[in-house]
């Protein structure tokens, strides 16, 4: 008798390990899914006297992308930013995260720029605002200015021609 309760919590336990490792973390259903992306006011990377609020893309089907340059996995979804921003199906803006300009400027040089515009989230606070796990993650944002789907993770080919395109193409006719 006393080895049942101890038997139990074990198995509470496993069985929560169980159902975790069931899911995928890329995609972790966000509260952020049908509300208006939040607000805020940021200095642009490229001419930091130049203020970036979302309000500014209202209107517009648009991608708010989350990176680095010293993220990993930013660089590995970085070729397929551009190939997407080549196409013109979309405008890219960019969320800078917790990097240091110069840092970020060159690695824009060097790997080339998908972005309409990328704005400096040097402390992280837009980032929280956002409900950013990490990065990259990307956002497609609705005409209102309603988030309607967060990638969390970097891009794939197969992603953007999957998930991405349709839903943006979707949203660009109603």
Request: contains cysteine; aromatic residues 10%.
């Amino acid at each position: 008798m006393k080895y049942f309760l101890p038997l139990g919590v074990l198995a509470v336990v496993v069985g929560f390990l169980f159902v975790g490792l069931q899911l995928k973390p890329r995609e972790v259903p966000s509260p952020f899914i049908g509300k208006a992306a939040p607000a805020f006011q940021l200095q642009q990377l490229q001419s930091p006297d130049r203020p970036f609020q979302p309000e500014a893309m209202r209107g517009k089907v648009w991608l708010f992308n989350v990176w680095a340059s010293w993220c990993v996995s930013c660089r590995a979804e970085h070729p397929v930013l551009v190939e997407l921003a080549k196409r013109n199906l979309v405008p890219i803006v960019g969320l800078n995260y917790k990097d240091k300009r110069d840092e970020a400027l060159k690695w824009l040089a060097h790997f080339g720029n998908p972005y309409v515009l990328s704005v400096s989230d040097l402390d992280g606070r837009v980032g929280i605002d956002f409900g950013v796990y990490g990065v990259p993650e990307t956002f497609v944002i609705d005409r209102e200015g309603v988030i309607r789907y967060k990638h969390i993770g970097p891009l794939t080919d197969d992603d953007v021609k999957e998930k991405i395109l349709p839903l943006v193409e979707r949203l660009q006719r109603s």
